[in-house]
């Protein structure tokens, strides 16, 4: 066997990792991390909320179930949702966990930052129903799609009354 097989390919592919590193170094430098081996938008996603909401982040960037304190001792899970631009491959469950007062989930079209959705847990029932869903145990979790995110994002004062806040860039 014969290496490489593609020089030019070979090539390509490192050269394009050294531009994501030198990016990654940018990023981690904003978030003022000295390293980090975790998903980038992860990290983005849970200093993002921090610098929405205040607060400071869990000591453990890694711990389960909350990612941030708020100043009233409040919780905050934070997760994100990734999907192309114009259309979602990918949906998500907000769970409630008896710990955390709210779910935030950031989310990501194309790799920007098209919005930000802040649950209170506790009231996930009534958003559940305001949605107009249907699945069982909507009172612990919320199967949000693309259509829910819409409807929220176009109608805030509507979920605003549910203790929903939604932030646009």
């Known amino acids: 066997m014969t290496l490489p097989a593609d020089p030019q390919r070979l090539a390509t592919l490192l050269g394009a990792l050294d531009d ?17 081996n975790r998903d980038p938008l992860a990290e983005l996603s849970e200093h993002l909320v921090q610098a929405l909401l205040g607060g400071e982040l869990a000591p453990s960037r890694v711990q389960a179930h909350w990612d941030l304190t708020l100043p009233d001792h409040a919780r ?3 997760k994100y949702l990734a999907n192309p631009d114009g259309r979602w491959v990918n ?10 007062a709210f779910y935030a989930l950031v989310l990501f079209e194309a790799f ?23 699945h069982l145990r909507g009172d ?5 799609t693309r259509r829910n995110w819409q409807t929220m994002r176009d109608e805030p004062a509507r979920f605003r009354a ?8």
């Open 20 to 36: 994501y590193r030198q990016a990654r170094r940018a990023l981690l430098t904003a978030l003022r991390l000295p390293a980090s």
């Open 76 to 78: 905050v899970q934070i």
């Open 91 to 100: 949906e998500h469950v907000v769970r409630a966990h008896p710990d955390v």
């Open 112 to 134: 920007s930052v098209t919005g930000v959705l802040i649950l209170p847990t506790a009231q996930l029932g009534a958003v559940h129903l305001e949605l107009g869903k249907r």
């Open 140 to 144: 612990a979790e919320l199967q949000l």
């Open 162 to 169: 549910l203790g929903v806040r939604i932030w646009l860039p």
